[in-house]
């Protein structure tokens, strides 16, 4: 199974400020790799597919990188409806699909 | 639009059974695959079950391997979750997610998911 490891757990940040989001998997998953953002008491949402690729409706300010084991989710100026947690999940070696823990991007 | 409505959640006491449904629209559940994920109170995301597109492959997470049992209707464009043998651990909340790949394989990802329904499991 892969394993994958977000950090930071939480990121406090103004709004405005970049945000910078990491992930790293146990083994390569290629580009295998998408990003959700979550709001408290509402289902994920998907933002990257991938590694880069923007989902439908999905602001220019998000953005994917990386390829192998390491990876980052990057948001360019934070909008307030931005505070939330995000999850990367892996679709290299499935099943099991895998998702990593979470880092939650609180208002500082 | 695409909207995926699950039901069926509720109290259930360890070692009996519950299921889950989630009722499509906007699409037809025959062309795109289907998966479970859940997640605990407070906690993160766990993939649970995949349906392919055609019903030819069923998948599961070793954590609800022989407990759960993934279905579907095409007539009622629903698909199911089959929960037997329930355990405190599998308290969660419950979403049905639509894989994106088109009359294929499952890619893996979810593009559109439901509201979740909560399972509790307490004595």
């Known amino acids: 199974e892969i394993v994958l490891t977000q950090s930071p757990a939480t990121l406090s940040l103004s709004p405005g400020e970049r945000a910078t989001l990491s992930c790293k998997a146990s083994?390569?998953?290629?580009?295998?790799l998408a990003w959700y953002q979550q709001k408290p008491g509402q289902a994920p949402r998907l933002l990257i597919y991938?590694?880069?690729n923007r989902a439908t409706g999905i602001p220019a300010r998000f953005s994917g990188s990386g390829s192998g084991t390491d990876f980052t989710l990057t948001i360019r100026s934070l909008e307030p409806e931005d505070f939330a947690v995000y999850y990367c999940?892996?679709?290299?070696?499935?099943?099991?699909?895998?998702f990593g823990g979470g880092t939650k991007v609180e208002i500082k | 639009q695409v909207q995926l409505v699950e039901s069926g959640g509720g109290v259930v006491q360890p070692g009996r059974s519950l299921r889950l449904s989630c009722a499509a629209s906007g699409f037809t559940i025959s062309n795109y695959g289907m998966h479970w994920v859940r997640q605990a109170p407070g906690k993160g995301l766990e993939w649970v079950a995949v349906?392919?597109?055609?019903?030819?492959?069923?998948y599961y997470a070793d954590s609800v391997k022989g407990r759960f049992t993934v279905s579907r209707d095409i007539s009622k464009n629903t698909v199911y979750l089959q929960m037997n043998s329930l355990r405190a651990e599998d308290t969660a909340v419950y979403y049905c997610?639509?894989?994106?790949?088109?009359?294929?394989?499952?890619?893996?990802?979810?593009?559109?998911w439901g509201q979740g329904t909560l399972v509790t499991v307490s004595s």
């Open positions: 991938d590694a880069s």
């Open positions: 349906i392919w597109y055609d019903g030819s492959n069923k």
């Open positions: 997610a639509r894989d994106p790949t088109y009359f294929y394989d499952s890619s893996g990802f979810f593009d559109f």
């Open positions: 083994q390569s998953v290629s580009s295998y």
């Open positions: 999940q892996q679709r290299s070696n499935w099943p099991p699909l895998t």
